[in-house]
C-alpha cells in the first residue's frame, strides 16, 4: 500500500499515540502504511534512533548531519560510509543546503559535498534538503557526480525547472503534506508534472501534518492523505498512485518487495 519515504519517528511525541511507539505503528498500518525510513539528521542521535529502527518490521533508516545543524558533530566520509553499511540504512542524508535562513555559508556546501561523496563510496542513494539554494544544490550534484548514486529531493516545494533538472541527474521528488495546504497551488502545480516514476510521497512527521490535520503532531499514518491529494490533483486512482510510489520508493531505497 503506502510508502513515507520520509519520516522522524524518534521524533513525534507519543503522547497522541498512548505514549507507545507501537500505537503508532499500528495506527500508520491501519491506513494502509506498510513500510518507511526514519530520517538521521545528526550523529549525535544516530544511535539512539538506530536502535529504535532496528527491530521494527518494515522500517528502515538513514544516516547524516542535516544542513539546518550547525552546531552538530562534522562528520567525516569514512564514518558515514561505515555507518551506511549497517543492516537497516538505506541512504545517506538528510543533506542538501538551506538558504532560508542564512545567506549560504560555506560550511553547508562543504558538508554537502562530503556526504555526496559518501554516497558515491558507500553506493547508497541521498536524501537532500534544498530551500532556496536551487542553483547551488544543483551545481553540487553535478560537480560531485551524484548521478551515480541518486537519491530524492525531499518535501519539494521548488519549481519544476528544478524537479526537471534533478529528475534528469536521476534524482526523485517527494511531495510532503503542503500539497494540502490551500496557499500551496505552486506545489500542486509542480506535483502534476513529475513523471510518475519518479514521483515520492512522504510527510516529514512530526512535521507539517496535511490537512485536515494541520498544526497538530503529524505521522506516518497521514501520508495516504498526501496520497489522497496528488491522486486528485492528477487524475489517477488513489490504488495506483498508491503501488507506483510505493514502487518507486524500494526501487530507490533497493528495498525488495
Known sequence: MYFDSHCHLDRIDLADFDDDLGTLLARSREQGVENMVCIGVDLESFEAMYRLVEPLEG?????????????????????????????????????????????????????????????????????????QAREDTLGILREQGAERVGGVLHCFTEDWDMARQAIDLGFYISISGIVTFHQAQNVRDMAVKIPADRLLIETDSPWLAPVPHRGKTNYPGHVRLVAE?????????????????????????RIDA
Not at 498508491?242 to 514502487?247: C, L, P, R, V
Open 59 to 131: 522500517v528502515y533508516a538513514t544516516v547524516g548531519v542535516h544542513p539546518d545543524y550547525k552546531d552538530s558533530r562534522e562528520p567525516g566520509i569514512d564514518e558515514l560510509v561505515e555507518l551506511a553499511a549497517r543492516d537497516k540504512i538505506v541512504a545517506i542524508g538528510e543533506t542538501g543546503l538551506d538558504y532560508f535562513h542564512t545567506d549560504g555559508p560555506e560550511w553547508q556546501r562543504e558538508r554537502f559535498r562530503l556526504h555526496v561523496e559518501a554516497a558515491i563510496r558507500a553506493d547508497k542513494p541521498l536524501v537532500i534538503h534544498t530551500r
Open 229 to 253: 491529494k496528488l491522486a486528485e490533483i492528477r487524475g489517477v486512482p488513489l490504488p495506483e498512485l498508491a503501488a507506483q510510489t510505493a514502487d518507486n520508493a524500494r526501487r530507490l531505497f
